[in-house]
Structures are given as C-alpha cells and as structure tokens.
C-alpha cells in the first residue's frame, strides 16, 4: 500500500489544521492506520492510530483533547484533525499502515508514507 500525507503548513498556536493521508495500490479496510511525528533533533514518537473498522482508537497522552484521528474507508483516507496547536507540536508527521493481523497497539506498521511539516508559531 502506497501512503501520501498532506495538509500540513504554518500555523499560529492555538489554530487548527486538518492532515490526510490518502492510500492507494490496495484494499485499505486491510490495513490500520497510525499517524506518527517527528521533531527536529528529536526520535519519532506516535501520536495516534484508528483500526481498520475505525472502532479502536488511539491517541498519545501529549495530544489526547487536541487532536481526533478519523477514517473514510470509501475515499481511502485517514484524516487528523489537530486543535489547540502548541509550539510543541511543530514536526514532521507521518502516516503508516499495518495489517489487520495484529490488532492496535501491537500493529506493525509496516508502511509509510513521506512526512508533512507542521510548524506552529507561539
């Protein structure tokens, strides 16, 4: 499965954006999906991650209130909805797909897509 991310920018503290990660090459309900970031000078961390029925979720302590990760099996995609945006969440973030095999949070991500850039501004 190929991933690409999207929608990230600059964004003032306290604002909102919306990411994408669309799939394509296979079936999507196959896969779950998990949204991951990384910051400069830092390792990457997991920040959230929706079965593929979209009836387990998961969210990082750090942004558990702020951000809702969402599924549309129908369009392919993954959406990360952030509000509340801190100088603190300004990364790259990445989306990955792993297989149903193994449920959350023992999924193996084994596919990635490249990284969008968030920069939130204080």
């Known amino acids: 499965v190929q991933l690409q991310a999207s929608g990230g920018g600059v964004v003032q503290a306290g604002g909102s954006l919306r990411l994408s990660c669309a799939a394509s090459g296979r079936t999507f309900s196959n896969y779950h999906i998990s949204w991951f970031r990384q910051a400069p000078g830092k390792e990457r961390e997991f920040v959230a991650a929706?079965?593929?029925?979209?009836?387990?979720?998961l969210h990082a302590d750090s942004v558990k209130g702020r951000f809702t990760v969402s599924r549309v099996n129908a369009k392919n995609t993954v959406y990360l909805q952030m509000n509340s945006l801190k100088p603190e969440d300004t990364a790259v973030y990445y989306c990955?797909?792993?297989?149903?095999?193994?449920?959350?949070?023992?999924?193996?991500?084994?596919?990635w897509g490249q990284g969008t850039l968030v920069t939130v501004s204080s």
């Open positions: 929706i079965s593929w029925s979209g009836n387990s979720i």
């Open positions: 990955a797909a792993g297989p149903i095999s193994l449920p959350l949070p023992n999924t193996m991500w084994n596919y």
